[in-house]
């Protein structure tokens, strides 16, 4: 399973900003994906995450800013990022947990990250 983000970038305090995960593989299906972000002086820390059922769910300095979403036939979880402020800058990692259809054994895979840079 490979996971590859888009998105990123620098945007002033205030500014929005899409994130774009698409999943590619084959022989499984997504249970969950989400976004993590870390910087240098955090741990990575769960940003918002969204079941296969639809079900969201979000750190708490993200709500009503953030809306997580998720297209299942494209295997793809977008984060749209409103009203960004100087401390949501760090790299943000899409993750995935997955279920092999054969066996059915769980997963969880990572993307290479991708920089949101907030400053004006």
């Known amino acids: 399973v490979q996971l590859v983000e888009s998105g990123g970038g620098l945007v002033q305090p205030g500014g929005s900003l899409r994130l774009s995960c698409v999943s590619s593989?084959?022989?499984?299906?997504?249970?969950?994906m989400g976004w993590y972000r870390q910087t240098p002086e955090k741990q990575r820390e769960l940003v918002a995450d969204i079941t296969r059922g639809g079900i969201t769910n979000y750190v708490d300095s993200v709500k009503g800013r953030f809306t997580i979403s998720s297209d299942n036939a494209k295997n793809t979880v977008y984060l749209q990022m409103n009203s960004l402020k100087p401390e949501d800058a760090a790299v943000y990692y899409c993750?995935?947990?997955?279920?092999?259809?054969?066996?059915?054994?769980?997963?969880?895979?990572w993307g290479q990250g991708t920089q949101v840079t907030v400053s004006s």
């Open positions: 993750n995935a947990v997955v279920v092999r259809i054969i066996g059915g054994s769980i997963s969880n895979y």
């Open positions: 593989g084959i022989g499984f299906m997504i249970a969950k």
